[in-house]
């Protein structure tokens, strides 16, 4: 079973900081996904991204958030000034197609 | 309104039950809709897919679709312990390739034995 995975499982970080969350997409997929979820609420949109580039973002995927995929493997979240309000599950999710049928673990961040 | 709504349960059952969970959306512009099931801590897994309206079952789970009526179920038949998670409706609303899902806040499904 192909299986997305994440580092770290847990960062814990100060306020004002910068974090980099990391993806490892299914080899094969050609678009890649970042969604959170806040404790207890439900889980988000955050960004989508496809050839290269951004194809879709929300509101929340501000000026202060980023995505990569630097050497062709990897799928990376930065967040330049982490708030407390940033604390959450990060889940990166890839899909060959229309369908996301892969979610990876996830990444809990707590900023202190 | 509420894009996807969902009852937060807990709604419980017992082994051996059907389970009922149900989802309601707002944009009518919406196409595809997905059940996903969450264990606590874990990240959501895929259950089912439907595009059209009507009946879609795979094994024990029965996805139903409503358009006109903006309503999409899922039903357990057989439900077991092991099913007793938070079971997520998503919704996406364009067709292309972009991909945003819309997720409901959940229902907690616990099936005792």
């Known amino acids: 079973e192909p299986e997305v995975t994440q580092t770290p499982s847990h960062q814990v970080t100060q306020m004002g900081q910068e974090v980099i969350l990391r993806c490892v997409p299914i080899?094969?997929?050609?678009?890649f996904y970042w969604y959170r979820q806040i404790l207890g609420q439900k889980v988000e949109f955050l960004v989508s991204?496809?050839?290269?580039?951004?194809?879709?973002k929300s509101e929340i995927f501000d000026d202060q958030f980023s995505v990569e995929r630097p050497d062709g493997s990897n799928f990376t979240l930065k967040i330049r000034s982490t708030k407390l309000e940033d604390s959450a599950m990060y889940f990166c999710?890839?899909?060959?197609?229309?369908?996301?049928?892969?979610f990876g673990p996830g990444t809990r961040l707590t900023v202190t | 309104q509420k894009e996807v709504e969902q009852n937060s349960g807990p709604l419980s059952v017992p082994e051996g039950a059907i389970a009922s969970l149900n989802c309601t959306y707002s944009?009518?512009?919406?196409?595809?809709f997905f059940w996903y099931r969450q264990y606590s801590g874990k990240s959501p897994e895929l259950i089912m897919s439907?595009?059209?309206?009507g009946d879609k079952e795979d094994g024990r789970f029965t996805a139903q679709l409503n358009k006109a009526s903006q309503y999409v179920s899922l039903l357990i038949r057989d439900s077991q312990p092991s099913d007793s998670a938070t079971y997520l409706c998503?919704?996406?609303?364009?067709?292309?390739?972009?991909?945003?899902?819309?997720f409901g806040k959940g229902t907690l499904l616990t099936v005792n034995p």
């Open positions: 998503a919704v996406n609303k364009s067709g292309g390739s972009n991909y945003k899902l819309t």
């Open positions: 439907i595009y059209s309206n």
């Open positions: 999710a890839s899909s060959e197609a229309l369908l996301i049928r892969y």
């Open positions: 080899s094969n997929h050609l678009y």
């Open positions: 944009d009518r512009g919406s196409q595809s």
């Open positions: 991204f496809y050839n290269n580039e951004i194809s879709e």
